[in-house]
């Protein structure tokens, strides 16, 4: 099968020539001519040479792809057809010249294998190095068997002394030696061009190697079957020139022969050191078929070693995710299981489990493509947030996880991871839900370490975030983060510390909801407020002052607009008021003020003073909880306030406590 783009009369010129080689056999095989005639030994013989010549050529001048080579191969062939048309006149003053014209075929072969055989190379590896050695030893081991025998250099004396007799042979070792060389460099993956190419070369050594043997021995004879084989590599090297350019070869059949060419060539070299052992050959043979067997052994290790890195590296994509990544789940348990090993109540282990709120929303707004994006600088963050303390890793979807050492307040490193997993922009926010768990403290049985942190952040995230809420408490939170992403941040968190408090105060499901979600929106009075007043990095003044203090009723005018909303719409009001009675706006005092409104004033006031303001810094979180506890009584409730402080004593590890405690004196 030619390519599609093959012209008419060079179809018609292959088939011309394959005809004429068929001729040309039967006439040796059958001597169709008689003995010595020139119509089949001389003008058909050089006309297929000639025409092999001129196909060759063809294919250089009319397709662009490999011109060079096909340019260079049709020359060379062209000198080979020169030199058969001087040696078919018979002219003894042209031997020399005939000569130097065969030797341009394998100079010019030469050169054409390289091209051609580097447009297959798509990368070199040490191990395509060594098949192609190991090859070009093997292959001129057994040709020097064959070439170099004592017996065949005794009886050609003279035929060395002109040096060309047993030359052409042993330049055709070293053209299937290049041959071989480039085969292995493409992963021996020939396709058909190349395979006709190298099938090709092989046929003329073969033939020039049987011409050499029949002239040692004073056996050969112009015009038998042995002729055509020059004509038939002839015909091989003309039809490749105009084979499709694909590779038909399957990476199975490839894969096949580069465990089978290493196993063969060392065979060939066994075999020729079994037949030197017994027949006498020379040293060379010997050699060439020991540093095969070397460069066998060599490929056996650099194989060993690739074996070894590429199981190395599928461990490596074993674990880790290959959208973010971060480790998988799989590295995960590993890590866990180990953790749990370790972790004691002194040194503990914090997992957190975190789980997007939004991202299904981002995802079909914006796309597949972005959602990936968006988990990647999601995933990157996450990790440069954790460097140093541990390793992130990405569940699947939109779920993360982290397994830290808790150094420090657990959940102060909660909220910060969780803040790297914060990502607004025009009309999205995303941000995420979380659940934590001390190994060393809480347990060190990894599924139930697990089960206690996805229960924790699923009941988050129903209370806080499920899109199951009212439509009204979605809108006003978008509200929020449009007019400040960071605002929309401290609600969450408020929210989130606000829950866990009520958990612990043994609130109903209805008042747990009711705080969440005041919680989150006891700031949305501030989107009536100016942005001046609110980021003002100085003191404010009266007026100011009292234009701040109106953000509550705001706030629940513009909840209990909706019927459902005017249960929050109470508690928004009454979260700035104080316990001894001196807050705002209707200066209740104790048990008056709601009790989810008592909760949200401890967790608002914690989460404002660690966090950066436009006319402050942040405090410690030691500082803070000195501050809760110097206020309760006075601006805290007191129950409430030893109730958050004893939940963040109890997920802190001994020592940070005993810091505390230390600092606190």
């Not at 020169?82 to 031997?95: K, N, P, Q, T, Y």
Request: hydrophobic letters at 50%.
């Amino acid at each position: 099968m030619l390519r599609r783009d093959t012209p008419r009369v060079v179809c018609v010129a292959l088939v011309l020539l394959a005809v004429l080689t068929g001729l040309n056999f039967a006439h040796g095989a059958f001597r169709l001519g008689g003995y010595g005639s020139r119509l089949f030994e001389d003008w058909i013989y050089d006309a297929v040479m000639v025409g092999g010549a001129a196909t060759c050529l063809a294919r250089g001048m009319l397709i662009d792809r490999s011109r060079t080579a096909w340019l260079i191969l049709g020359l060379g062939l062209s000198c080979d057809a020169s030199g058969e048309i001087l040696a078919s006149f018979g002219e003894s003053s042209a031997i020399a010249t005939q000569d130097v014209l065969y030797v341009m075929l394998y100079l010019a072969s030469y050169v054409a294998v390289v091209l051609l055989g580097r447009e297959r190379v798509s990368r070199f590896r040490a191990s395509m190095w060594l098949d192609g050695i190991i090859g070009i030893c093997a292959v001129g081991a057994l040709a020097s068997v064959a070439l170099l025998t004592p017996s065949l250099v005794a009886t050609h004396a003279t035929v060395l002394k002109a040096g060309l007799d047993v030359a052409f042979p042993l330049t055709d070792v070293l053209l299937v030696g290049i041959v071989i060389l480039m085969l292995a460099l493409g992963g021996w993956s020939a396709g058909r061009a190349f395979t006709l190419i190298a099938t090709g070369f092989v046929v003329m050594a073969l033939a020039d190697g049987v011409y050499l043997y029949q002239e040692a021995h004073g056996g050969y004879v112009a015009g038998t079957p042995l002729d055509c084989l020059w004509l038939l590599s002839a015909l091989m090297l003309a039809l490749a020139a105009w084979q499709p350019d694909t590779d038909s070869s399957s990476e199975r059949e490839s894969s096949i022969v580069i465990m089978a060419a290493p196993v063969i060539f060392a065979t060939s070299a066994i075999g020729v050191l079994l037949y030197a052992n017994a027949r006498g050959v020379n040293g060379l043979s010997i050699s060439l078929a020991v540093a095969t067997l070397l460069a066998v052994l060599v490929r056996l290790l650099i194989t060993a070693n690739e074996n070894l890195r590429l199981v190395a590296s599928s461990n490596e994509l074993a674990n880790h995710d290959a959208l973010t990544g971060l480790r998988n789940r799989r590295a995960l348990l590993h890590d866990l299981a180990l953790a749990a090993r370790t972790a004691t109540p002194s040194q503990p282990k914090l997992l957190l489990l975190f789980d997007l709120n939004g991202f299904k929303l981002y995802n079909d707004t914006f796309g597949h493509p972005a959602g990936d994006a968006l988990l990647k600088r999601l995933g990157r963050k996450l990790a440069d947030c954790a460097s140093g303390r541990g390793e992130t890793y990405r569940l699947g979807g939109d779920e993360f996880c982290a397994l830290l050492d808790a150094e420090g307040d657990p959940t102060t490193l909660a909220v910060e991871l969780a803040q790297a997993l914060l990502e607004a922009g025009e009309h999205f926010t995303i941000g995420s839900s979380y659940g934590e768990v001390l190994l060393g403290v809480e347990t060190n049985d990894i599924e139930e370490a697990l089960r206690i942190a996805d229960q924790r952040l699923y009941a988050q995230k129903t209370l806080v975030v499920r899109p199951t809420r009212p439509e009204w408490r979605d809108v006003l939170l978008g509200l929020l983060r449009e007019r400040d992403p960071q605002l929309g941040l401290h609600v969450q968190e408020v929210a989130n510390l606000a829950i866990r408090v009520g958990q612990r105060l043994s609130m109903s499901e209805e008042e747990l909801a009711n705080l969440g979600a005041a919680a989150e929106l006891h700031d949305i009075g501030k989107t009536a407020i100016p942005e001046a007043i609110l980021e003002k990095p100085t003191a404010l003044d009266s007026e100011e002052r009292a234009f701040i203090e109106r953000h509550t009723l705001i706030g629940e005018r513009i909840l209990a607009a909706a019927p459902t909303g005017r249960a929050v719409a109470a508690i928004v009001r009454a979260t700035h008021e104080r316990w001894d009675g001196d807050g705002y706006p209707d200066r209740l005092a104790g048990q008056d003020i709601p009790i989810a409104a008592r909760i949200i004033a401890i967790c608002d006031a914690y989460n404002a003073m660690t966090s950066d303001r436009s006319y402050r810094k942040a405090i410690s979180h030691e500082r803070a909880f000195r501050e809760l506890q110097r206020c309760a009584g006075s601006q805290f409730d007191p129950q409430v306030t030893e109730v958050f402080l004893q939940m963040f004593k109890e997920a802190t590890p001994a020592s940070t406590l005993a810091a505390s405690s230390t600092a606190s004196r």
